[in-house]
Nanobody
């Protein structure tokens, strides 16, 4: 089992940048594939980005492609989401999620993730 804690959210003006971090408690964090999702008020949770246990990016949502970059550092048990050129429509609660390697994993499907953080709020003002 892994416990995830996101940080780095906040209020930023349009065009600005933020870097979200996700800290994992599990010592064998390298045994988990991970993803980022977000949920805006009144909307369903949506996929943002995913990265494999060994650092291969599995893709981005079309809405963030070219602006966001996902990465991870297994030695530090961290996953990151660098967000640039932020837009008001990026405003949401952002969640980190993990699934053990070997489990069925459709990287863009939130149902396939077993562990979730509590989320961090990102607000982009116009």
């Amino acid at each position: 089992q892994v416990h995830l804690v996101e940080s780095g959210g906040g209020l930023v003006q349009a065009g600005g940048s933020l870097r979200l971090s996700c800290a994992a408690s599990e010592g064998s964090f390298s045994s988990y594939n991970t993803g980022w999702f977000r949920q805006a008020p009144g909307k369903e949770r949506e996929f943002v980005a995913a990265i494999t246990w060994h650092g291969v990016t599995m893709g981005y949502a079309d809405s963030v492609k070219g602006r966001y970059m996902v990465s991870r550092d297994n030695a530090k048990k961290m996953v990151y989401l660098q967000m640039n050129s932020l837009k008001p429509e990026d405003t949401a609660v952002y969640y980190c999620a993990a699934v053990p390697v070997g489990n069925s994993w459709r990287s863009r499907n939130s149902d396939d993730y077993n562990y979730w953080g509590q989320g961090t709020q990102v607000t982009v003002s116009s």
